[in-house]
């Protein structure tokens, strides 16, 4: 069987590959695209450790295959420093220590920005019910969500 | 496996209804995915429906709603008319699973992944959705409670899909409301659920009544006891008793890892008086 040929946009460029049909977006970013930064924690929707963003909406990567990202745009977390300088929500998680083995963390991230996005203001249950989808075995969330909360004010103050 | 992604609905029923092997509809994929990835489902070849522009649309039709079968959970959350006309079904839809989920999970592929514990599905059935079905033949138009016909069955024959919901002319003073009873606050596959939808009179009394109950029975339950209990009546405390003890009579569940028999038989009915009062203020009605 001959492999798919896909034409899309990844964090701005334009990215071409070929793929199985049965190969997720998932699988293509990490295994054919070299961004790594997209992890695996399940592979079955749970975890949201491989949260990306698809024409701006928020998706597990894992549940999606490749050949849908034709002619899409994808964010991942590899798009969300801007060269040496980190999103404020990168920094504030360092700040802080809202990861310890970050596996989870990118996903955290990209999900977070993607709240940040939609709502600049959340409530602290907004933003556990938007980040109920991204499960973290290390911190007890309890810094993920101060971090996320601190980063939305300090960047209410900044515009 | 072959993947297809055609743009119009014919063109669609075409490859359904060409196909030899296994050929599978893929909507949001939250189902079908991890069953693939669960080694439960093999398909030769998948037809992904979401490049299909009619598919991906909310319309207001005959004062009703039309929602495509490609359109996910996140989209219906923030369509203010929808969410207005149809509140019930919405909550449902937007239950399941996470923000993630919400962004790729359809209403249809609830259906028609045909799990006894799916969440839109009861509240659909309260609404009196319709399904409209495309194949070969052409289009039909059924109750969406005809549509699942056991786990993981449907009635839909070779080639044939759902292209749309309807969600019919509401009434004035109408709700609806679903609720379900997991064990967690997010991210958890429905113990029991129950959808009520009510239409009131000038008074407040309810003239119809529709109440459906899910993950209790092998499929959606239509319980039309308690539909024709609660209309001429007015949610009084007696009549929310009776319709607890009705839904849990109608209740047929089984035992396993989420909830016991007897358990989800008394929840059922907890439930349904819950999801009638909150339909019933939705309707306007005010609670003596
Ligand atoms: C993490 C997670 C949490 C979840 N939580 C919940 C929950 O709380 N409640 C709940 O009810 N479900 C839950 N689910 C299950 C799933 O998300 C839902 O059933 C969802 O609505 C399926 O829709 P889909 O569009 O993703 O379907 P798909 O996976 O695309 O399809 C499901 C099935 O229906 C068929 N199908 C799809 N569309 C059509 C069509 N138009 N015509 C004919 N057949 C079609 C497919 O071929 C497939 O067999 C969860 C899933 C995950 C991964
Ligand atoms: S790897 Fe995708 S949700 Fe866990
Ligand atoms: S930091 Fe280890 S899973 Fe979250």
Same mark, same amino acid.
């Not at chain 2, 449902?92 to 919400?102: C, E, P």
């Given at each position: 069987m001959s492999k798919l040929h896909v034409t899309t946009t990844v964090n701005g460029e334009v990215q071409e590959f070929l793929c199985e049909a049965e190969e997720t977006l998932l699988d293509v970013l990490r295994d054919r695209l070299g961004l790594t930064g997209s992890k695996e924690g399940c592979g079955t929707g749970d975890c949201g450790a491989c949260s990306v963003t698809v024409d701006g909406r928020l998706i597990c990567s894992c549940l999606m295959l490749g050949a849908e990202a034709e002619g899409r745009e994808i964010e991942t977390i590899e798009g969300m420093a801007e060269g040496e300088t980190l999103h404020p929500l990168q920094r504030k998680f360092i700040d802080m220590a809202a990861l310890q083995c970050g596996i989870c963390t990118p996903g955290i991230l990209v999900a977070a920005k993607s709240l940040l996005e939609r709502n600049p203001d959340p409530t602290e249950e907004e933003a556990r019910y938007w980040l109920a989808g991204n499960l973290c075995r290390c911190t007890g969330y309890d810094k993920i969500i101060r971090a996320v909360l601190e980063t939305a004010a300090d960047m209410r103050e900044a515009s | 496996m072959d993947y297809h992604a055609p743009t119009t609905l014919d063109a669609a029923v075409d490859i359904l209804a060409g196909a030899s092997g296994d050929c599978r509809v893929l909507a949001g994929g939250t189902d079908l995915l991890v069953r693939m990835r669960s080694d439960m489902a093999h398909p030769d070849a998948v037809v992904d429906i979401k490049r299909i522009a009619s598919l991906r649309t909310i319309t207001e039709e005959d004062g009703g709603w039309r929602i495509g079968a490609a359109v996910c959970g996140a989209e219906m959350g923030e369509h203010a008319g929808l969410r207005a006309a149809w509140p019930g079904v919405?909550?449902?839809?937007?239950?399941?699973?996470?923000?993630? =989920?919400? *962004?790729?999970?359809?209403? =249809?592929?609830?259906?028609?992944?045909?799990?006894?514990?799916?969440?839109? =599905?009861?509240?659909?059935?309260?609404? *009196?959705?319709?399904?409209?079905?495309?194949?070969?033949? *052409?289009?039909?138009?059924?109750?969406?409670?005809?549509?699942?016909?056991?786990? *993981?069955?449907?009635?839909?024959?070779?080639?044939?899909?759902?292209?749309?919901?309807?969600?019919?002319?509401?009434?004035?003073?109408?709700?609806?409301?679903?609720?379900?009873?997991?064990p967690r606050t997010e991210m958890d596959i429905a113990v029991a659920g129950c959808g009520v939808s009510l239409t009131l009179d000038e008074d407040g009394g309810i003239i119809r009544a529709r109440v459906a109950l899910g993950a209790v029975g092998p499929g959606v339950m239509v319980v039309a006891e308690a539909g024709r209990m609660l209309a001429g009546s007015h949610l009084r405390e007696g009549g929310l008793q009776q319709l607890a003890t009705i839904c849990s009579a109608a209740a047929r569940p089984i035992t396993d890892k989420r909830g016991t028999e007897h358990y989800r038989t008394h929840i059922a009915g907890v439930l349904a008086r819950r999801a009638a009062v909150i339909a019933y203020a939705r309707a306007g009605g005010t609670l003596e």
């Open positions: - | 919405v909550e449902a839809a937007q239950l399941i699973g996470s923000t993630q =989920v919400q *962004g790729r999970a359809t209403i =249809v592929g609830n259906l028609c992944n045909a799990s006894p514990a799916a969440d839109s =599905v009861p509240a659909m059935v309260a609404a *009196g959705a319709l399904a409209r079905i495309a194949g070969p033949e *052409g289009i039909r138009d059924v109750p969406v409670e005809e549509v699942p016909t056991g786990p *993981g069955k449907t009635s839909l024959g070779h080639g044939e899909l759902v292209a749309s919901i309807f969600l019919p002319d509401r009434a004035e003073r109408s709700g609806d409301a679903y609720l379900r009873f997991i």
